[in-house]
Protein backbone atom coordinates (compact mmCIF):
# COMPACT_ATOMS: atom_id res chain seq x y z
CA UNK A 1 0.00 0.00 0.00
CA UNK A 2 1.61 3.24 -1.31
CA UNK A 3 1.93 6.63 1.04
CA UNK A 4 -0.58 8.83 -0.86
CA UNK A 5 -4.67 9.93 -0.30
CA UNK A 6 -3.83 10.59 3.04
CA UNK A 7 -2.74 6.89 4.29
CA UNK A 8 0.12 7.23 6.71
CA UNK A 9 2.72 5.11 7.01
CA UNK A 10 1.28 2.57 9.58
CA UNK A 11 -1.43 2.07 6.81
CA UNK A 12 1.12 0.92 4.30
CA UNK A 13 2.94 -1.50 6.99
CA UNK A 14 -0.85 -2.92 7.68
CA UNK A 15 -1.62 -3.51 4.19
CA UNK A 16 1.79 -5.08 3.58
CA UNK A 17 1.23 -7.50 6.73
CA UNK A 18 -2.06 -8.43 4.23
CA UNK A 19 -1.08 -8.54 0.83
CA UNK A 20 2.61 -9.96 1.45
CA UNK A 21 2.62 -11.23 4.93
CA UNK A 22 6.06 -13.57 4.38
CA UNK A 23 8.01 -10.85 2.62
CA UNK A 24 10.90 -10.37 5.10
CA UNK A 25 10.15 -6.59 6.91
CA UNK A 26 14.11 -6.59 9.10
CA UNK A 27 16.92 -8.90 9.23
CA UNK A 28 19.23 -8.70 12.27
CA UNK A 29 22.58 -10.89 12.90
CA UNK A 30 20.83 -13.20 11.15
CA UNK A 31 17.42 -13.48 12.77
CA UNK A 32 14.78 -12.12 10.24
CA UNK A 33 11.25 -10.74 11.02
CA UNK A 34 8.28 -10.91 7.93
CA UNK A 35 5.81 -8.45 7.79
CA UNK A 36 2.55 -10.52 9.49
CA UNK A 37 4.64 -10.86 12.29
CA UNK A 38 6.18 -7.62 12.77
CA UNK A 39 2.63 -6.03 12.87
CA UNK A 40 1.32 -8.96 14.91
CA UNK A 41 4.23 -8.73 17.65
CA UNK A 42 3.45 -4.46 17.40
CA UNK A 43 -0.30 -5.43 18.39
CA UNK A 44 0.77 -7.70 21.32
CA UNK A 45 3.11 -4.66 22.31
CA UNK A 46 0.37 -1.61 21.82
CA UNK A 47 -2.19 -3.93 23.53
CA UNK A 48 0.00 -4.21 27.02
CA UNK A 49 0.39 -0.12 26.04
CA UNK A 50 -3.46 0.37 25.98
CA UNK A 51 -3.45 -1.62 29.11
CA UNK A 52 -1.14 1.10 30.64
CA UNK A 53 -3.05 3.88 30.02
CA UNK A 54 -1.63 5.09 26.67
CA UNK A 55 -4.31 7.05 24.90
CA UNK A 56 -4.72 8.72 21.29
CA UNK A 57 -2.39 11.14 21.00
CA UNK A 58 -0.07 10.63 24.02
CA UNK A 59 3.64 9.79 23.48
CA UNK A 60 5.29 6.89 24.00
CA UNK A 61 9.33 7.01 24.92
CA UNK A 62 11.09 3.94 23.15
CA UNK A 63 14.55 3.23 24.68
CA UNK A 64 16.11 0.20 23.23
CA UNK A 65 19.15 -0.91 21.62
CA UNK A 66 19.23 -0.94 17.82
CA UNK A 67 17.13 -4.11 17.34
CA UNK A 68 14.05 -5.84 15.39
CA UNK A 69 12.82 -5.41 18.96
CA UNK A 70 12.99 -1.61 18.68
CA UNK A 71 11.49 -0.92 15.70
CA UNK A 72 8.45 -3.21 17.16
CA UNK A 73 7.94 -0.99 19.57
CA UNK A 74 7.99 1.88 17.13
CA UNK A 75 5.07 0.50 15.52
CA UNK A 76 3.22 -0.29 18.67
CA UNK A 77 2.91 3.18 19.51
CA UNK A 78 1.54 4.28 16.41
CA UNK A 79 -0.89 0.81 16.67
CA UNK A 80 -2.16 2.94 20.07
CA UNK A 81 -2.66 5.20 18.77
CA UNK A 82 0.75 7.29 20.23
CA UNK A 83 3.48 9.20 19.00
CA UNK A 84 6.67 7.53 19.43
CA UNK A 85 9.93 9.50 21.00
CA UNK A 86 13.17 7.08 20.18
CA UNK A 87 16.01 7.85 23.30
CA UNK A 88 18.87 6.10 22.66
CA UNK A 89 20.44 4.04 25.60
CA UNK A 90 23.81 4.92 25.80
CA UNK A 91 23.30 8.77 26.68
CA UNK A 92 23.60 9.52 30.60
CA UNK A 93 20.48 8.28 32.45
CA UNK A 94 20.17 10.91 33.87
CA UNK A 95 20.20 12.82 30.92
CA UNK A 96 17.23 10.10 29.45
CA UNK A 97 15.66 10.62 33.04
CA UNK A 98 15.29 13.97 32.64
CA UNK A 99 13.99 13.75 28.81
CA UNK A 100 11.53 11.07 29.70
CA UNK A 101 9.52 13.80 32.32
CA UNK A 102 9.96 16.50 29.60
CA UNK A 103 8.39 14.76 27.26
CA UNK A 104 5.34 14.04 29.65
CA UNK A 105 5.64 10.29 27.86
CA UNK A 106 2.07 7.77 28.75
CA UNK A 107 4.82 4.92 28.77
CA UNK A 108 8.37 3.68 28.41
CA UNK A 109 9.64 0.70 26.34
CA UNK A 110 13.08 0.20 27.92
CA UNK A 111 15.28 -2.42 29.98
CA UNK A 112 15.73 0.54 31.72
CA UNK A 113 13.33 1.18 34.29
CA UNK A 114 15.27 3.83 36.19
CA UNK A 115 14.89 6.13 33.75
CA UNK A 116 11.00 6.04 33.72
CA UNK A 117 10.49 7.71 37.21
CA UNK A 118 7.20 7.24 37.79
CA UNK A 119 5.79 6.73 34.49
CA UNK A 120 4.98 2.78 33.48
CA UNK A 121 7.34 0.38 32.02
CA UNK A 122 5.72 -1.59 29.50
CA UNK A 123 7.06 -5.09 28.16
CA UNK A 124 5.36 -7.20 25.63
CA UNK A 125 3.13 -9.90 27.36
CA UNK A 126 0.71 -12.25 25.87
CA UNK A 127 -1.51 -11.60 22.71
CA UNK A 128 -4.72 -10.36 23.02
CA UNK A 129 -7.35 -12.18 21.00
CA UNK A 130 -9.35 -9.42 19.00
CA UNK A 131 -6.95 -6.82 19.31
CA UNK A 132 -8.24 -3.26 17.82
CA UNK A 133 -5.60 -0.71 16.48
CA UNK A 134 -6.36 3.26 17.05
CA UNK A 135 -7.24 5.08 14.28
CA UNK A 136 -4.28 7.05 12.91
CA UNK A 137 -5.12 10.61 11.21
CA UNK A 138 -2.33 12.45 9.30
CA UNK A 139 -2.67 15.02 11.20
CA UNK A 140 -1.65 13.34 15.09
CA UNK A 141 1.95 13.34 15.72
CA UNK A 142 3.90 10.84 14.10
CA UNK A 143 7.42 11.24 16.37
CA UNK A 144 9.33 13.35 18.72
CA UNK A 145 12.74 14.01 18.27
CA UNK A 146 14.88 16.04 20.89
CA UNK A 147 17.65 18.42 19.38
CA UNK A 148 19.98 21.07 22.07
CA UNK A 149 17.98 23.69 23.14
CA UNK A 150 19.94 27.28 23.81
CA UNK A 151 18.03 28.10 26.96
CA UNK A 152 19.45 24.67 28.58
CA UNK A 153 17.16 22.44 27.46
CA UNK A 154 16.42 20.27 24.43
CA UNK A 155 13.68 21.31 22.48
CA UNK A 156 11.40 18.16 21.40
CA UNK A 157 10.54 18.59 17.92
CA UNK A 158 6.81 17.12 16.84
CA UNK A 159 6.85 15.58 13.20
CA UNK A 160 2.99 14.66 12.16
CA UNK A 161 1.91 11.47 9.79
CA UNK A 162 1.62 14.09 7.03
CA UNK A 163 5.06 15.27 7.25
CA UNK A 164 6.33 11.94 7.61
CA UNK A 165 4.23 10.54 4.49
CA UNK A 166 5.91 13.35 2.18
CA UNK A 167 9.45 12.54 3.05
CA UNK A 168 8.30 8.56 2.64
CA UNK A 169 7.09 9.67 -0.94
CA UNK A 170 9.72 11.94 -2.29
CA UNK A 171 12.25 9.16 -0.80
CA UNK A 172 10.47 6.31 -2.70
CA UNK A 173 10.38 7.85 -5.75
CA UNK A 174 13.60 9.49 -5.94
CA UNK A 175 15.75 6.53 -5.25
CA UNK A 176 13.14 3.55 -6.66
CA UNK A 177 12.60 2.25 -3.23
CA UNK A 178 9.95 -1.34 -4.20
CA UNK A 179 9.25 -4.16 -2.58
CA UNK A 180 12.54 -6.31 -1.59
CA UNK A 181 14.63 -3.47 -1.72
CA UNK A 182 17.48 -4.11 0.47
CA UNK A 183 18.32 -0.83 3.05
CA UNK A 184 20.43 -0.58 5.48
CA UNK A 185 19.94 0.73 9.50
CA UNK A 186 22.69 2.79 11.08
CA UNK A 187 21.83 5.75 12.38
CA UNK A 188 22.14 6.98 15.84
CA UNK A 189 18.27 6.47 17.40
CA UNK A 190 18.03 9.37 18.46
CA UNK A 191 19.02 10.93 15.39
CA UNK A 192 16.22 12.13 13.03
CA UNK A 193 18.36 9.92 10.38
CA UNK A 194 16.89 6.93 11.49
CA UNK A 195 13.33 7.51 10.71
CA UNK A 196 14.52 8.23 7.21
CA UNK A 197 16.08 4.90 6.98
CA UNK A 198 13.34 2.69 8.45
CA UNK A 199 9.92 3.79 7.45
CA UNK A 200 10.31 4.43 3.68
CA UNK A 201 11.84 0.91 3.37
CA UNK A 202 9.19 -0.60 5.47
CA UNK A 203 6.34 1.16 3.79
CA UNK A 204 7.35 -0.01 0.27
CA UNK A 205 7.88 -3.34 1.49
CA UNK A 206 11.71 -3.63 1.42
CA UNK A 207 13.68 -5.34 3.99
CA UNK A 208 15.56 -3.30 6.46
CA UNK A 209 19.44 -4.58 7.69
CA UNK A 210 20.52 -3.54 10.80
CA UNK A 211 23.97 -3.22 11.57
CA UNK A 212 25.56 -3.73 15.00
CA UNK A 213 27.36 -1.13 16.38
CA UNK A 214 30.87 -1.65 15.95
CA UNK A 215 30.32 -1.96 12.35
CA UNK A 216 28.57 1.22 11.94
CA UNK A 217 31.48 3.43 13.21
CA UNK A 218 33.97 2.27 10.91
CA UNK A 219 33.98 3.02 7.55
CA UNK A 220 36.35 0.61 6.02
CA UNK A 221 34.54 -2.58 8.11
CA UNK A 222 30.67 -0.66 7.67
CA UNK A 223 31.57 -0.91 3.44
CA UNK A 224 32.41 -4.14 3.84
CA UNK A 225 29.28 -5.19 5.74
CA UNK A 226 27.33 -3.65 3.14
CA UNK A 227 29.05 -5.42 0.23
CA UNK A 228 28.35 -8.16 2.23
CA UNK A 229 24.74 -7.59 2.44
CA UNK A 230 23.69 -6.76 -0.78
CA UNK A 231 22.70 -2.80 0.50
CA UNK A 232 21.09 -1.18 -2.14
CA UNK A 233 20.44 2.27 -0.39
CA UNK A 234 22.86 3.30 2.22
CA UNK A 235 22.52 6.13 4.76
CA UNK A 236 26.47 7.40 6.21
CA UNK A 237 26.91 10.11 8.25
CA UNK A 238 29.61 12.78 6.56
CA UNK A 239 32.40 12.03 8.24
CA UNK A 240 32.03 7.74 7.88
CA UNK A 241 30.65 8.80 4.16
CA UNK A 242 33.52 10.80 3.19
CA UNK A 243 36.59 8.11 3.49
CA UNK A 244 33.92 5.60 2.06
CA UNK A 245 33.47 7.63 -1.54
CA UNK A 246 36.91 7.61 -1.45
CA UNK A 247 37.46 3.77 -0.96
CA UNK A 248 38.00 0.81 -3.71
CA UNK A 249 34.30 -0.64 -4.40
CA UNK A 250 33.50 -3.43 -6.07
CA UNK A 251 32.21 -3.21 -9.37
CA UNK A 252 29.35 -5.86 -8.59
CA UNK A 253 28.57 -3.94 -5.69
CA UNK A 254 24.37 -4.02 -5.32
CA UNK A 255 25.01 -0.56 -3.64
CA UNK A 256 23.49 1.88 -5.84
CA UNK A 257 22.90 5.09 -3.52
CA UNK A 258 25.14 6.04 -0.97
CA UNK A 259 22.99 8.72 0.95
CA UNK A 260 24.94 11.41 3.15
CA UNK A 261 24.06 14.42 5.47
CA UNK A 262 24.38 15.87 9.09
CA UNK A 263 27.71 17.86 8.59
CA UNK A 264 29.68 20.21 5.63
CA UNK A 265 30.67 17.79 2.78
CA UNK A 266 34.08 18.31 1.93
CA UNK A 267 34.59 15.57 -0.07
CA UNK A 268 33.76 14.46 -3.77
CA UNK A 269 33.39 10.76 -4.66
CA UNK A 270 36.25 9.31 -6.32
CA UNK A 271 35.50 8.58 -10.12
CA UNK A 272 33.94 4.92 -11.41
CA UNK A 273 32.17 4.55 -8.36
CA UNK A 274 29.40 2.34 -8.80
CA UNK A 275 26.28 4.18 -6.91
CA UNK A 276 25.66 7.64 -6.98
CA UNK A 277 26.76 9.70 -4.06
CA UNK A 278 24.09 11.78 -2.44
CA UNK A 279 23.99 15.04 -0.37
CA UNK A 280 20.92 15.91 1.36
CA UNK A 281 19.95 18.56 3.99
CA UNK A 282 17.10 19.56 6.19
CA UNK A 283 16.87 20.27 9.70
CA UNK A 284 14.82 17.98 12.22
CA UNK A 285 12.00 20.73 11.54
CA UNK A 286 11.60 20.03 8.04
CA UNK A 287 11.23 16.32 8.79
CA UNK A 288 14.99 14.78 7.97
CA UNK A 289 15.42 16.02 4.30
CA UNK A 290 14.72 19.65 2.52
CA UNK A 291 17.38 19.54 -0.34
CA UNK A 292 19.27 16.94 -2.34
CA UNK A 293 21.40 16.17 -5.22
CA UNK A 294 23.84 13.96 -6.53
CA UNK A 295 27.44 14.90 -5.65
CA UNK A 296 29.58 14.89 -8.67
CA UNK A 297 33.49 13.37 -8.71
CA UNK A 298 34.24 16.48 -10.69
CA UNK A 299 34.06 20.06 -9.62
CA UNK A 300 35.52 23.05 -7.95
CA UNK A 301 34.89 23.70 -3.99
CA UNK A 302 32.74 22.20 -1.59
CA UNK A 303 29.75 20.59 -2.98
CA UNK A 304 26.64 21.69 -2.77
CA UNK A 305 23.49 20.34 -0.88
CA UNK A 306 21.76 19.76 -3.73
CA UNK A 307 18.36 21.43 -4.97
CA UNK A 308 15.00 21.69 -2.72
CA UNK A 309 12.68 18.22 -3.14
CA UNK A 310 9.64 17.38 -3.95
CA UNK A 311 6.90 19.05 -1.76
CA UNK A 312 9.30 21.19 -0.23
CA UNK A 313 9.52 25.12 -0.97
CA UNK A 314 13.18 26.99 -0.27
CA UNK A 315 13.36 30.72 0.39
CA UNK A 316 16.36 32.89 0.96
CA UNK A 317 15.83 35.93 2.73
CA UNK A 318 17.58 39.12 3.76
CA UNK A 319 16.58 40.56 7.43
CA UNK A 320 13.43 41.90 6.47
CA UNK A 321 12.11 39.19 5.04
CA UNK A 322 12.36 39.65 1.26
CA UNK A 323 13.58 37.05 -1.14
CA UNK A 324 17.75 37.16 -2.17
CA UNK A 325 20.46 35.00 -3.56
CA UNK A 326 22.37 34.73 -0.62
CA UNK A 327 20.60 34.85 2.85
CA UNK A 328 18.48 32.45 5.55
CA UNK A 329 16.66 29.38 4.44
CA UNK A 330 13.38 29.51 5.31
CA UNK A 331 12.07 25.91 4.58
CA UNK A 332 8.00 25.63 3.85
CA UNK A 333 6.06 23.05 2.19
CA UNK A 334 4.36 19.33 3.45
CA UNK A 335 7.54 18.59 5.68
CA UNK A 336 7.43 21.48 8.04
CA UNK A 337 6.73 20.14 11.37
CA UNK A 338 4.31 20.86 13.95
CA UNK A 339 6.50 22.68 15.93
CA UNK A 340 8.43 22.01 19.37
CA UNK A 341 6.13 20.54 22.07
CA UNK A 342 5.39 22.19 25.39
CA UNK A 343 6.78 25.70 23.92
CA UNK A 344 4.37 27.64 22.06
CA UNK A 345 6.62 30.74 22.42
CA UNK A 346 9.87 28.98 20.16
CA UNK A 347 7.50 27.57 17.97
CA UNK A 348 5.90 31.30 17.09
CA UNK A 349 9.28 32.38 16.90
CA UNK A 350 11.28 29.30 14.68
CA UNK A 351 7.70 28.30 12.89
CA UNK A 352 6.30 31.50 11.31
CA UNK A 353 4.08 32.89 8.65
CA UNK A 354 5.13 34.38 5.93
CA UNK A 355 3.18 37.89 4.43
CA UNK A 356 4.26 36.04 0.53
CA UNK A 357 5.01 32.56 0.85
CA UNK A 358 3.04 31.16 4.21
CA UNK A 359 3.66 29.06 6.99
CA UNK A 360 7.93 28.61 6.88
CA UNK A 361 10.65 27.23 9.03
CA UNK A 362 13.40 29.77 10.10
CA UNK A 363 16.55 27.63 10.04
CA UNK A 364 19.48 29.96 11.03
CA UNK A 365 21.35 28.43 8.30
CA UNK A 366 22.71 31.09 5.63
CA UNK A 367 22.61 29.39 1.72
CA UNK A 368 23.01 31.14 -1.50
CA UNK A 369 21.78 29.97 -4.48
CA UNK A 370 23.93 28.88 -7.54
CA UNK A 371 23.64 29.05 -11.17
CA UNK A 372 22.94 25.42 -11.77
CA UNK A 373 19.50 25.96 -9.46
CA UNK A 374 21.58 23.96 -6.57
CA UNK A 375 21.63 25.53 -2.95
CA UNK A 376 25.26 26.31 -1.06
CA UNK A 377 25.68 26.20 2.54
CA UNK A 378 27.43 29.23 4.01
CA UNK A 379 27.12 28.81 7.85
CA UNK A 380 25.14 29.75 10.44
CA UNK A 381 23.38 33.15 11.56
CA UNK A 382 23.61 32.09 15.27
CA UNK A 383 25.53 30.46 17.65
CA UNK A 384 24.60 26.76 17.04
CA UNK A 385 27.26 24.43 16.03
CA UNK A 386 27.68 20.99 14.56
CA UNK A 387 29.61 18.55 16.32
CA UNK A 388 29.34 14.66 14.22
CA UNK A 389 26.65 15.49 12.53
CA UNK A 390 24.66 16.89 15.71
CA UNK A 391 23.68 19.70 15.96
CA UNK A 392 24.51 21.70 19.68
CA UNK A 393 23.47 24.53 21.20
CA UNK A 394 26.68 25.29 22.95
CA UNK A 395 24.62 27.26 25.48
CA UNK A 396 23.14 24.21 26.57
CA UNK A 397 26.31 23.03 27.91
CA UNK A 398 27.26 25.82 29.47
CA UNK A 399 23.83 25.65 31.69
CA UNK A 400 24.59 22.37 32.85
CA UNK A 401 28.34 23.97 33.86
CA UNK A 402 26.45 26.95 35.38
CA UNK A 403 24.57 24.47 37.80
CA UNK A 404 27.43 23.33 39.50
CA UNK A 405 28.21 24.82 42.55
CA UNK A 406 31.82 25.09 42.06
CA UNK A 407 31.28 27.43 38.91
CA UNK A 408 30.46 31.07 39.05
CA UNK A 409 30.04 31.54 35.05
CA UNK A 410 30.82 29.77 31.72
CA UNK A 411 30.80 29.89 27.94
CA UNK A 412 31.33 27.58 25.49
CA UNK A 413 32.54 27.85 22.08
CA UNK A 414 33.46 25.49 18.89
CA UNK A 415 37.03 26.16 18.47
CA UNK A 416 39.27 24.51 15.75
CA UNK A 417 36.90 21.67 15.18
CA UNK A 418 36.24 20.92 18.91
CA UNK A 419 34.18 22.13 21.65
CA UNK A 420 35.69 24.58 24.29
CA UNK A 421 34.27 25.08 27.99
CA UNK A 422 36.02 28.50 29.29
CA UNK A 423 34.76 28.68 33.14
CA UNK A 424 35.37 30.46 35.87
CA UNK A 425 35.30 28.70 39.02
CA UNK A 426 33.54 29.80 42.32
CA UNK A 427 35.80 27.23 44.23
CA UNK A 428 38.68 24.73 43.30
CA UNK A 429 37.62 21.94 41.10
CA UNK A 430 39.38 20.08 38.04
CA UNK A 431 38.39 19.50 34.87
CA UNK A 432 38.20 15.85 35.85
CA UNK A 433 35.86 17.22 38.04
CA UNK A 434 33.64 18.83 35.23
CA UNK A 435 34.00 15.92 32.94
CA UNK A 436 32.57 13.58 35.60
CA UNK A 437 29.58 15.99 36.19
CA UNK A 438 29.18 16.57 32.51
CA UNK A 439 29.20 12.99 31.61
CA UNK A 440 26.49 12.26 33.82
CA UNK A 441 23.80 14.47 32.22
CA UNK A 442 25.27 15.01 28.67
CA UNK A 443 26.05 12.55 25.81
CA UNK A 444 29.38 12.13 24.77
CA UNK A 445 29.06 14.16 21.67
CA UNK A 446 28.44 16.60 23.86
CA UNK A 447 31.57 16.81 25.97
CA UNK A 448 33.60 19.83 25.39
CA UNK A 449 37.28 18.20 24.48
CA UNK A 450 39.13 21.15 26.67
CA UNK A 451 38.01 22.97 29.75
CA UNK A 452 40.17 26.58 30.30
CA UNK A 453 40.46 28.62 33.75
CA UNK A 454 39.35 32.23 33.13
CA UNK A 455 38.99 34.70 36.51
CA UNK A 456 35.99 36.75 34.04
CA UNK A 457 34.67 35.90 30.99
CA UNK A 458 35.35 38.86 28.28
CA UNK A 459 32.25 41.08 27.65
CA UNK A 460 31.23 43.66 25.14
CA UNK A 461 29.94 46.89 25.52
CA UNK A 462 26.33 45.56 25.22
CA UNK A 463 27.31 43.13 28.00
CA UNK A 464 27.41 39.96 25.86
CA UNK A 465 30.59 37.67 25.49
CA UNK A 466 32.99 38.87 23.73
CA UNK A 467 33.69 35.62 21.98
CA UNK A 468 36.47 36.94 19.93
CA UNK A 469 38.50 37.75 22.88
CA UNK A 470 38.35 34.45 24.76
CA UNK A 471 42.10 33.39 24.79
CA UNK A 472 43.55 29.70 23.49
CA UNK A 473 42.79 27.32 25.84
CA UNK A 474 46.36 25.68 25.83
CA UNK A 475 47.65 29.41 27.58
CA UNK A 476 44.75 28.49 30.05
CA UNK A 477 43.64 25.31 30.52
CA UNK A 478 42.18 24.30 33.71
CA UNK A 479 44.40 21.49 35.74
CA UNK A 480 43.00 17.98 35.13
CA UNK A 481 43.01 17.07 38.46
CA UNK A 482 43.94 13.38 37.75
CA UNK A 483 46.75 11.11 39.62
CA UNK A 484 50.34 11.88 38.34
CA UNK A 485 50.44 10.62 34.39
CA UNK A 486 51.71 6.93 34.93
CA UNK A 487 54.93 6.72 31.79
CA UNK A 488 54.33 3.94 29.50
CA UNK A 489 55.32 0.31 30.78
CA UNK A 490 56.28 -1.38 27.89
CA UNK A 491 56.71 -0.80 23.87
CA UNK A 492 53.49 -1.61 23.35
CA UNK A 493 52.35 1.34 25.36
CA UNK A 494 54.58 3.57 24.10
CA UNK A 495 53.73 3.39 20.50
CA UNK A 496 49.66 3.08 21.19
CA UNK A 497 50.26 6.21 23.41
CA UNK A 498 52.24 8.27 20.33
CA UNK A 499 48.87 7.35 18.18
CA UNK A 500 46.66 7.91 20.52
CA UNK A 501 48.27 11.61 20.79
CA UNK A 502 48.24 12.27 17.87
CA UNK A 503 44.99 11.47 16.70
CA UNK A 504 43.31 13.85 19.85
CA UNK A 505 46.15 16.25 19.08
CA UNK A 506 46.88 16.35 22.57
CA UNK A 507 50.61 15.83 24.78
CA UNK A 508 48.86 15.70 28.10
CA UNK A 509 47.44 12.19 27.55
CA UNK A 510 48.50 9.35 29.82
CA UNK A 511 48.54 5.77 29.31
CA UNK A 512 45.54 5.72 31.98
CA UNK A 513 43.27 8.56 30.94
CA UNK A 514 39.91 7.99 29.33
CA UNK A 515 39.97 8.47 25.59
CA UNK A 516 36.49 9.48 25.45
CA UNK A 517 37.13 11.58 28.63
CA UNK A 518 40.08 13.58 26.90
CA UNK A 519 38.18 14.40 23.60
CA UNK A 520 38.24 11.34 21.93
CA UNK A 521 34.86 9.60 20.34
CA UNK A 522 34.10 7.36 17.98
CA UNK A 523 34.98 8.75 14.43
CA UNK A 524 38.88 9.74 16.38
CA UNK A 525 38.52 6.13 17.53
CA UNK A 526 38.13 4.82 13.91
CA UNK A 527 41.83 6.38 13.47
CA UNK A 528 43.28 5.09 16.11
CA UNK A 529 41.81 1.45 15.35
CA UNK A 530 43.36 1.81 11.77
CA UNK A 531 46.68 3.08 12.80
CA UNK A 532 46.96 0.40 15.38
CA UNK A 533 46.47 -2.24 13.35
CA UNK A 534 48.97 -1.14 11.00
CA UNK A 535 51.23 -0.63 13.77
CA UNK A 536 50.64 -3.83 15.38
CA UNK A 537 49.13 -6.34 12.53
CA UNK A 538 46.14 -7.66 14.58
CA UNK A 539 42.61 -7.02 13.93
CA UNK A 540 42.00 -4.61 17.02
CA UNK A 541 38.14 -2.83 16.49
CA UNK A 542 36.55 -0.49 18.05
CA UNK A 543 34.76 -2.17 20.00
CA UNK A 544 37.93 -2.88 21.77
CA UNK A 545 38.61 0.61 22.43
CA UNK A 546 35.21 0.74 23.71
CA UNK A 547 35.07 -1.85 26.45
CA UNK A 548 39.29 -0.67 27.14
CA UNK A 549 39.18 3.10 26.84
CA UNK A 550 42.50 3.72 27.85
CA UNK A 551 45.93 3.39 26.33
CA UNK A 552 47.12 0.51 29.11
CA UNK A 553 43.91 -1.48 28.43
CA UNK A 554 44.26 -1.11 24.63
CA UNK A 555 47.64 -2.07 24.70
CA UNK A 556 46.88 -5.16 26.77
CA UNK A 557 43.93 -6.35 24.38
CA UNK A 558 47.00 -5.69 21.36
CA UNK A 559 49.29 -8.32 22.93
CA UNK A 560 47.29 -10.79 23.97
CA UNK A 561 46.14 -10.60 20.03
CA UNK A 562 49.64 -10.79 19.04
CA UNK A 563 50.22 -14.13 21.46
CA UNK A 564 46.89 -15.02 19.95
CA UNK A 565 48.03 -14.81 16.42
CA UNK A 566 51.84 -16.41 16.87
CA UNK A 567 49.67 -18.97 18.73
CA UNK A 568 47.92 -19.95 15.77
CA UNK A 569 50.74 -19.81 12.97
CA UNK A 570 52.25 -22.92 11.72
CA UNK A 571 56.16 -23.66 12.38
CA UNK A 572 56.81 -22.77 8.75
CA UNK A 573 54.91 -19.41 9.07
CA UNK A 574 56.93 -18.72 12.21
CA UNK A 575 60.14 -19.94 10.49
CA UNK A 576 59.43 -17.46 7.52
CA UNK A 577 58.21 -14.03 9.72
CA UNK A 578 61.75 -14.84 11.42
CA UNK A 579 63.51 -15.00 7.95
Not at 47 to 53: D, N, P, S, T, V
Not at 323 to 335: L, R, V
Not at 486 to 512: M, N, Q
Request: aromatic share 6%; proline share 6%.
Amino acid sequence: MAINNGATAIDAIAGLAELAPAACAIEQDGRTIDYATLLAKADTLAAQLIAAGVSSGAVVAVCLPRSIEQVTALLAAWRAGAAYCPLDPAWPEARLAELVAELGAAAVVSDMREIAGSVPVVTAGEAVAGFTPARISKEDIAYVIFTSGSTGKPKAVEVSHDNLAALIAWHNEAFAVRAGTRTSHLAGLGFDASAWEVWPTLTAGGTLALVDDATRLEAAALKDWLTEQRIEIAFAPTALAEPMVAMDWPADTALRVLLTGADKLTVRPKPGQPFVFVNNYGPTESTVVATSGVVSPHGNGLPPIGRVITGTTIYLLDNEGHDTAEGEIWIGGAQVARGYRGDPALTAERFVTHPEHGRLYRTGDLGALLPSGEIAFRGRVDQQVKVRGHRIEPAEIAAQLNKLSVVEASAVVLRDGELVAYVVPAAAVTASDLRRALGAVLPDYMMPARFAKLPALPLNASGKLDAASLPNPLACALEDGAAPRRAPASPTEARLLDIVRSVIGRDDIGTDDDFFQMGGHSLLGTQVVVRARDAFGVELTLFHLFEGRTVATLAATIETLVMERLASLSDEELRRMAG
